[in-house]
Structures are given as C-alpha cells and as structure tokens.
C-alpha cells in the first residue's frame, strides 16, 4: 500500500504564502507521479500541481506563476509552494499519488486525508 500524510496546510491573508508537505511511506509499489489536488467548497476536485518521476510538471491554469511543485524521490516527499495567495485558493487541499505495484502494469491511485487551506481578504 501507499499511505500519504499531509502537513503545512492553515489560515493566511491573501497575498501571503504556504508551504504544504506530503511523506509517501510505501510497500511493495513504485510511485510514478506525486501531486496536490484541492477541492474548493461546493465544486468537484480538481489538480493543482502534479510532478512524474521523469520530471514533467502540470499546473492548473489558475496557479501558474504563483505555485510551485517538488519532490525528493529519495525521501518520498513533495511539496507544494504556494505564493501570492488569493481567497479563492481556499480549498482543502489533498496529496495524490499514482503508484504501480510492482511486477504490474496498471496504476493505482492513493489520496492523503487533506489539508485546508483558507486565504482570508
């Protein structure tokens, strides 16, 4: 199994910045990519920010330039940098990582149990 634990996630004034962390401990699978998803109250979950074991990157739209994506393969961690924070990133933001068992071929996903994150105006 792949567990994901969360942390870094609390209340800041718009224009401020955090930093969310995730730890990935794992058994018997290989992790292919590590990213952040957040759902915002009343909408359906959606990618912020995902980082594939060869190194490409995806943003959503709305964080290009503000967030910033990375990972220490080594440890298994991956953080999220968020800056220049507007209300409407308040969300509840969750760690996500596809993983293949190994010997398999067909991915997995795994979800943290979330972190909110409120921008206050």
């Known amino acids: 199994q792949v567990q994901l634990v969360e942390s870094g996630g609390g209340l800041v004034q718009a224009g401020g910045s955090l930093r969310l962390s995730c730890v990935a401990s794992k058994s018997g699978f290989t992790i292919e990519s590590l990213g952040w998803y957040r759902q915002r109250p009343g909408n359906q979950r959606e990618l912020v920010a995902s980082?594939?074991?060869?190194?490409?990157?995806d943003y959503a739209d709305s964080v290009v330039g503000r967030f910033f994506i990375a990972r220490d393969n080594a440890e298994n961690t991956v953080k999220l940098v968020m800056s220049n924070l507007k209300p409407e990133d308040t969300a509840v933001y969750y760690c996500?990582?596809?993983?293949?068992?190994?010997?398999?071929?067909?991915?997995?996903?795994?979800w943290g149990q979330g972190t909110q994150v409120t921008v206050s105006s």
């Open positions: 996500h990582a596809e993983a293949r068992r190994y010997g398999r071929t067909n991915r997995n996903d795994f």
């Open positions: 980082l594939s074991g060869d190194g490409r990157t």
